[in-house]
């Protein structure tokens, strides 16, 4: 599998963000799996851990995919026992998923995601710490 490094885009309170377009083609976010079975590795932003603040962007193209989000290691990911989590997109369909790293956090601080067409958009975004 030829996974693809995501780095999170991390979102700021109370400002605009960056410009998120819904074509793939990003340097290190917003990236289109290229050939089936392609998958996604998500870091968190620099400085940053993966907390319950991760939300995922999917957008499928016209022939429509299933994304895969992997169950993840056994310490840290505690409710990893309930095993991968599957998202249907139909065509041209987009989705929006807040991530419980509780359940996919693998043992290297990451998420991976895989999908089984190519065409799939991934954008990773975390809300920013409040208070």
């Known amino acids: 599998m030829a996974v693809e490094p995501v780095t999170c885009e991390l979102l700021t309170l109370n400002t605009r963000s960056t410009d998120f377009v819904a074509t793939g ?5 917003n990236l289109v799996a290229t050939t ?9 932003p620099s400085g940053e851990t993966m ?8 957008i499928a193209d016209a022939t429509g995919d299933t994304a895969v989000v992997k169950a993840g290691d056994r310490y840290p990911a505690q409710r990893a026992d309930l095993g991968d989590m599957n998202v249907v997109l139909a065509a041209s369909d987009v989705r ?18 895989t999908c089984t067409d190519a ?5 990773a975004m975390m809300l920013p710490k409040t208070g």
């Open 119 to 123: 065409g799939t958009i991934l954008l």
């Open 51 to 58: 907390g319950e603040r991760l939300i995922l962007r999917l």
């Open 96 to 113: 929006y998923i807040a991530i419980e790293t509780s359940r996919f956090l693998q043992n290297d601080g990451k998420i991976i995601v």
């Open 25 to 29: 083609g990003g340097t290190l976010n």
């Open 36 to 44: 089936p079975a392609d998958g996604w590795e998500i870091s968190p």
